[in-house]
């Protein structure tokens, strides 16, 4: 089961952080992902990382302005979201691919003033 927390409204410049809990015990073994889905879009890569979390890759919308990270002992995923735009408005959805692949229910990034 994985569970995203942190989305809210923000201004255009400000940050947010989004958490991702999993349950069980394959978290510190499995792929991690970050979507993104706006209304009548496609649902998108935002972030990726590998199992130990030396590999990283990001959409170039957000490279240099997004960092994912996570917490094996925390079975934690993270993503740090700095000077964020009105384009950057979704809903994001955690995602983990280890034997099967699971989504989080998603949680709702607004960038307004």
């Known amino acids: 089961q994985l569970q995203a927390f942190g989305g809210g409204l923000v201004q255009p410049g400000g940050s947010l952080r989004l958490s991702c809990e999993a349950s069980?015990?394959?978290?510190?073994?499995?792929?991690m992902a970050w979507y993104r889905q706006a209304p009548g879009k496609q649902r998108e890569l935002v972030a990726a990382?590998?199992?130990?979390?030396?590999?990283?890759n990001y959409a170039d919308s957000v490279k240099g302005r997004f960092t994912i990270s996570r917490d094996n002992g925390k079975n934690t995923m993270y993503l740090q979201m700095n000077s964020l735009k009105p384009e950057d408005t979704a809903v994001y959805y955690c995602?983990?691919?280890?034997?099967?692949?699971?989504w989080g229910q998603g949680t709702q990034v607004t960038v307004s003033s």
């Open positions: 069980g015990s394959v978290f510190s073994i499995a792929f």
């Open positions: 990382i590998s199992a130990g979390g030396g590999v990283r």
């Open positions: 995602f983990l691919r280890q034997g099967g692949s699971y």
